[in-house]
C-alpha cells in the first residue's frame, strides 16, 4: 500500500471533531438538531437491484418500495430471483448542482448491516458493503467483505479506489451481522475508511484529480443490505451537510442545512 502523506495519517486525530458520532440507533436525532435543519426540495433516493447472471435482469427500485420499517433495503423477494443469481443492490443520491458540496473534504457516514441470513445465498458468495462517493472529476469507494474464516478469497476484494485502488487490507474485512458505523472520509489529499471510530487504511491523491463538486453518494451491497442512516459532514469543520434516517415508509425526507 502506498504511503499517505503525514496529514492524511493525522486525519485520525481530527476524527472525533469530524465525525461526531451517534448510537447505531443513529436514526434517531435530537429535537435541537431537527431544528437547526431544513428540509429543502431535494431527489429521491434511487435504488438499483444489480442481476449477477441476468435472471432477472437488473432493474430501478423506487424508494416507496425500499424505504419501510425504519430503514432502506432491497429485499430478495420481490422478484423471482434465480437460485445462483449472486446479486447486489444499490441505493443512491445524486446531488442537486444547487447544493455545492466539495467531495474533496467530507465524511460520509452510514449506520449499516449485511448479515449472513440478509440474501438467500450464502455468505461466502460475498456480504460485502461498500461505501462510494462520485465527483465532477474523480471517485472513491471502500470496500468491506467478509472475513477470511468464511472466504479465504475475501481479502482479495477488500480495497480502498481513489482513481487507482488499493486492496488486500485486512482492516476492510468484517462481518456486518449488526448495525456498525461505516465512514468514507476525504480530507487534505486523501481518502480513509473508518469503522466504529476505528481507522482501517487510507490512500492519497498522488497524481489523481481531485474529486470536485459531489454529484453522487451512495451504497452498495452484496445481497440484501440495510441501511439505518446516512450522515455527511464536511470533514474540515465538523458541519452537518445532510442527513437521511428513514423513518418515513415509503418516502425520502433528505435533510439539508439551509444555505
Known amino acids: 500500500m502506498k504511503k499517505l502523506h503525514n496529514s492524511i495519517l493525522a486525519i485520525a486525530c481530527l476524527l472525533l471533531f469530524s465525525c461526531k458520532k451517534e448510537t447505531i440507533n443513529g436514526s434517531a436525532q435530537s429535537s435541537t438538531e431537527n431544528a437547526s435543519l431544513t428540509v429543502a426540495r431535494t431527489p429521491k433516493w434511487q435504488g438499483k437491484f444489480i442481476s449477477d447472471n441476468g ?22 423477494d420481490m422478484v423471482d430471483i434465480d437460485d445462483e443469481n449472486y446479486y447486489a443492490t444499490k441505493i443512491r443520491l445524486v ?18 448491516k449485511n448479515p449472513s441470513n440478509s440474501s438467500f445465498f450464502k455468505p461466502y458468495y460475498g456480504r460485502d458493503v461498500t461505501l462510494y462517493i462520485k465527483g465532477e ?21 477488500a480495497g480502498i479506489k481513489l482513481g487507482k485502488s488499493i486492496r488486500n487490507i485486512p482492516g476492510l474485512q468484517y462481518n456486518f451481522e449488526d448495525y456498525g ?3 468514507l472520509q476525504t480530507f487534505n489529499g486523501g481518502v480513509v475508511a473508518y469503522r466504529n471510530n476505528e481507522y482501517l487504511g ?19 451491497f452484496k445481497g440484501s443490505g440495510y441501511i439505518d442512516y446516512i450522515k455527511v459532514y464536511n470533514s474540515v469543520d465538523g458541519k452537518l451537510l445532510m442527513s437521511e434516517d428513514f423513518n418515513t415508509d415509503g418516502k425520502s425526507t433528505i435533510v439539508i442545512l439551509p444555505d
Open 202 to 220: 487510507g490512500l492519497g491523491y498522488e497524481e489523481e484529480p481531485v474529486i470536485g463538486r459531489l454529484k453522487e453518494i451512495g451504497v452498495i
Open 55 to 76: 435472471l432477472p435482469p437488473s432493474y430501478a427500485v423506487a424508494d416507496k418500495d425500499f424505504i419501510q420499517n425504519g430503514y432502506a433495503r432491497i429485499y430478495d
Open 95 to 112: 446531488i442537486p448542482a444547487s447544493l455545492n458540496i466539495t467531495g474533496d473534504s467530507l465524511n460520509f457516514e452510514a449506520g449499516v
Open 181 to 183: 458505523v461505516f465512514i
Open 137 to 157: 472529476t474523480n471517485e472513491a469507494y471502500i470496500n468491506n467483505t467478509v472475513t477470511s474464516d468464511i472466504n479465504p478469497d475475501a481479502q482479495k476484494r
